[in-house]
C-alpha cells in the first residue's frame, strides 16, 4: 500500500507540475488541482498508513499509535481541500476574466490589439 | 496572563472578523458609513496592537500566550505575542489606518467589497503576526491570500487582471509548498504547535533529520515566496504596480509577513543550541544578498514611480533577509528598526504614486488665467516666452513634491530621517560583527558581512540615482502639467506615515531599545517556547467544583 499511494503522489505531483509549466490558463488549472490531491494525499499519508484502525483512542487500549491511527492529518486534510477548493475556485473565475479580457487562454494573454 | 485585558490579544484577529460581517451587513449602498466603520475599526485595532506592545514591553518583556478555547499547548491552538509580534501589529495597525484613509477619496467606490475585504486582509495578517501554530499559520496566510486576490483585482482592468493570474498562480503552487512542508514537520516532530516543534527538534532521530531538514526547507521556501526572495519574486513588482494605491500600501505588509514567519520559526527550530542550528543560514543570505542586487538593478532599470516602488520592496526584503540570515543579534536589531522604516516609507510611497501619475493623466483642461495678465515691460519669461508672473504655484504640487522628496530620503535611507538611522545601524553592527570575525579568526562571517555592507551602500546609491530621474522627470520637466486634485484624506494618509517616520527618527533610541531587546530574545527562544509550553488553561466552573 504504501508503495501505491507514494507512486500516486508522485504521478499526480508530476503531472501537476508539467501542467502548470503549460502554456494555457486551463491547464495550469487543472495542474494547480492534481498538485493539491498529491498535496492532500501526502498529508493524510504522514499521519503513518493503516487499515482497519478506527482514528479514536479506544477505552482500555494504551494510546499509542499500534492502537489507533493518528486523525490529526485527517482533519488537515479536511481543512486544506477545503481552502484548496475555494482559491481555486477564485482563480478559476480570474482565469474567465482573462479569457473575456484578452481573448486568448494564454497565461500571459497576449492581447490582439 | 491575568487581569481585564486577558482576552485583548484575540482581539486583533476577532475585531476585523466582525467588522467584515458588520460592513458586510451594512450593504454595498452605504459606501460613507462602510467608509466610516473601516476607517474606525482600524483605529480601535491600531489602539489595541499599542495596548499589547505597552503590555509585551512591561516587565522587562513578557510573552503573553492565549489559549484558543482553553486548550494547552501543544493540543490546541494557542496565540502568542512577543515583542516582534507586537512590533508587527502595530506596524500593520499603523498602515492600515492609513491605506482605509487614502481609500476614503476615490478607491473604495470603484468596485465592490472593498471594506470587507480590506478588513480580512487585516485579519489574515494579525493572525499571522500571533499565531503559534503552524497549521493555524497556513490558515491566517490563506485568509490573507484570499483577500488579497480580491482587493488585488479591485477596480478590475487588464493590467490588475493579467498580473492578479500570476500571483495567485505562484501563490496557490506557494500555498501547495507550505502544506507539504508543515506535513514533514508534523510527521518528523509529530506536533504542529511551534513552541512544541522547537522543544522536539532535539530529540528528532539522526535517521529523520534529513526528512526534518527537506521539510523545513520546502516550508521556507513557501515563507520566501511571499518575502519576495530572487527566483521567485518576478510576480511582485507586476501585481502591486497594477493594484490601487491603497491596496499597494497593505500589500507592503504583506512581504513583510513573510519574512516575520520566516524569522520567526527560523529562530525557533535552528537557533544557537539545537543540533541543526543555523540550517540553511547560507543560503538564505545568498538568496537575500541575489534579492538586494536584483531589487537595486531593477531599481535603476525603471522608469515608472510604481515600478520604482515595487523594487524598492524588492530591496527591502533582500536586506531583511540577508540581515537576518546573517544570525547577529546585533544586526537583527538594526534590521527590525529597518523594517519599520522601510515599510513605512514604502507605503507611503506606493500612495504617493498615485497622486503623481494622476497629475500626469487627470490634468483638468487649463484655465485661462495667464491670458487674463497684463504683459509688463520687465516680466520674466519662462523657457516658453510665456510670463512666469502670476502663475500659482499649487499647494497641491508642492505638497507632492516635498512629500516625494521626504519618501526618496526614507527609501534611500538618505539623512536626515529615520531611513538612514536605519542603515547606519545596520551598516555599524555589520562592520562590527566583521571586527569581531577578525578577532575569533577562523568564522566565516566576514565575507558575506562586506558583501552585504556593499550591496547595502550600493542599493542606497542606486535608489538615489533612480528617484532624481523620476522626480526630475514628475516634477521639473513636467512642462505644461497642471496641479493635480488631492483630497485632503489622501494627503493627510501619506503625511501620517511621513510623521510616524518621524517619530521614528526622534525617538530612534528608545524604538532600537526594545528592537535591541526583541533580538536577544529572538536568538534566545527558551523563554518564548517556556512561556507556551508553560501556559495551563484557567479551570472552569465545573472543574473548580470538581477539584477538591
Known sequence: ?113 | MSGRFSHLMVAPVVLPLLTCALLVLLGEDKKRLQSLVNLCSTLVGLFVAAQLLRQVAANDGTTLVYLASNWEAPFGIVLVADRLSALMLVLAGVVSVCAALYSEARWSRVGVYFHPLFQIQLMGLNGAFLTGDLFNLFVFFEVMLAASYGLQLHGSGWPRVKSGLHYIAVNLLASSLFLVGLALLYGVTGTLSMADIAAKLAAVPALDRGLLHAGAAILAVAFLVKAAIWPVNAWLVPAYTATSAPVAALFALMTKAGIYVLVRSWTLFFSDGSPSAHFGGRALLVGGLATMAFGALGTLASLRLGRIAGFSIIVSSGTLLSAFALGIPAVTSAALFYLLSATLGVSALFLLVELVERSATHAPPPADLELALELGEDTNLDDQEAPLVGKAFPISRALLGLTFLTCALLVAGLPPLSGFIAKVSLLRSVLASEAIAQVSAGTTVAAPAWWFGGLLLFAGFVTTVSFSRSGIRHFWASGERLAPRIRAVEALSVLVLIFSCVLLTVWAEPVLRFTRATASSLHSPAAYIEAVLSARPRPGPTRAEESP
Open chain 1, 1 to 113: 500500500m504504501e508503495v501505491l499511494l507514494a507512486l500516486i503522489i508522485g504521478v499526480l505531483g508530476g503531472a501537476g507540475v508539467w501542467l502548470v509549466l503549460r502554456p494555457r490558463t486551463f491547464q495550469v488549472i487543472m495542474g494547480l488541482t492534481l498538485l493539491s490531491y498529491g498535496v492532500n494525499l501526502f498529508i493524510f499519508s504522514v499521519g503513518s498508513l493503516f487499515i482497519d484502525k478506527p482514528p479514536i483512542v479506544t477505552p482500555g487500549a494504551p494510546p499509542n499509535l499500534d492502537q489507533y491511527t493518528d486523525p490529526l492529518p485527517q482533519s488537515l486534510v479536511l481543512t486544506a481541500i477545503v481552502i484548496g477548493f475555494a482559491t481555486t475556485a477564485l482563480f478559476l473565475v480570474v482565469l474567465l476574466a482573462s479569457r473575456g479580457l484578452s481573448g486568448t487562454d494564454h497565461v500571459d494573454g497576449n492581447r490582439a490589439d
